[in-house]
């Protein structure tokens, strides 16, 4: 129920994505950059934007950034640069690019075609939602094994609905996706390393998904290093067997 509305505010009730649309968003483009071996958006800078002698200016620069209502890149005019870095005569997208490689890229090389952030939204969203439930599930059986069964779901509903994620679903944009990318990749860290501490002997392939998680949270959103670290402690002091494992293991847990 919750993943059928999450469809229906980003599409506006029409359920369409529009997946066959040139969808020139932030993290498309970066994409595109990607694939050419850059780091820098392949899009053409403003000639008068290259020879300015103060491009920083904001009352100079303010005829090359879009609207706030504009959502894509404009690709063939000399406007539509809002959020993003000047750097050395090259346009660079600030956001964290986690998301280019979880969803972006894997999603053009299996279709061929360009994804809307309307779908990579409701698949981060609805990530967030899988991953809050395997949590409560997890914290209620094997901590709060009292609590009646009907909690958990009354959590689930209040996780879905009670939060900014329908915000960012009517209205797709670049930060709603690394906000969103950030809190389901740390998320799914948590879930991972609570498995691991919880498991009857030492677990190095849940450790890794816990750590690689953790990277492509901090990828989306750089602030989430101090809730990974936060999480990292919380390991080493609540572990089952971390104290008394191997001095290797040790290691490979740190890594």
């Known amino acids: 129920?919750?993943?059928?509305?999450?469809?229906?505010?980003?599409?506006?009730?029409?359920?369409?994505?529009?997946?066959?649309?040139?969808n020139n968003n932030y993290y498309n483009v970066l994409a595109d950059g990607f694939l050419k071996g850059q780091l820098?958006?392949?899009?053409?800078?403003?000639?008068?934007?290259?020879?300015?002698?103060?491009?920083?200016?904001?009352?100079?620069?303010?005829?090359?950034?879009?609207?706030?209502?504009?959502?894509?890149?404009?690709?063939?005019?000399?406007?539509?640069?809002?959020d993003l870095s000047?750097?050395?005569?090259?346009?660079?997208?600030?956001?964290?690019?986690?998301?280019v490689f979880a969803i972006y890229l894997p999603y053009r090389f299996l279709t061929g075609l360009r994804i809307s952030d309307s779908l990579a939204l409701i698949i981060l969203s609805f990530g967030i939602l899988i991953f809050s439930f395997l949590i409560l599930s997890f914290m209620q059986k094997n901590y709060f094994?009292?609590?009646?069964?009907?909690?958990?779901?009354l959590n689930i509903l209040i996780i879905g609905f009670s939060n900014v994620t329908l915000y960012f679903l009517r209205r797709p944009a670049v930060y709603g996706?690394?906000?969103c990318g950030g809190t389901f990749f740390l998320l799914s860290a948590i879930y991972f390393l609570?498995?691991?501490?919880?498991?009857?002997?030492?677990?190095l392939i849940l450790l890794f998904l816990s750590g690689m998680s953790m990277a492509f949270s901090v990828g989306a959103r750089p602030n989430l290093l101090i809730s990974c670290g936060f999480i990292i402690c919380l390991y080493f002091f609540q572990s089952n067997h971390f104290l008394s494992t191997s001095k290797e293991n040790i290691l490979n847990t740190v890594v």
């Open 177 to 179: 996706i690394a906000i």
């Open 145 to 153: 094994s009292n609590l009646p069964s009907w909690i958990i779901p």
């Open 1 to 22: 129920f919750i993943l059928l509305f999450y469809v229906w505010t980003a599409t506006f009730g029409y359920f369409d994505f529009n997946l066959k649309g040139s």
């Open 194 to 203: 609570f498995r691991s501490m919880k498991s009857k002997s030492y677990n």
């Open 86 to 99: 000047f750097y050395k005569n090259k346009l660079y997208a600030y956001f964290g690019p986690s998301p």
């Open 40 to 82: 820098n958006l392949p899009i053409k800078v403003p000639e008068k934007l290259l020879k300015a002698n103060h491009p920083f200016n904001p009352e100079f620069n303010k005829e090359f950034r879009q609207t706030f209502d504009q959502l894509e890149i404009r690709m063939d005019t000399d406007d539509g640069f809002l």
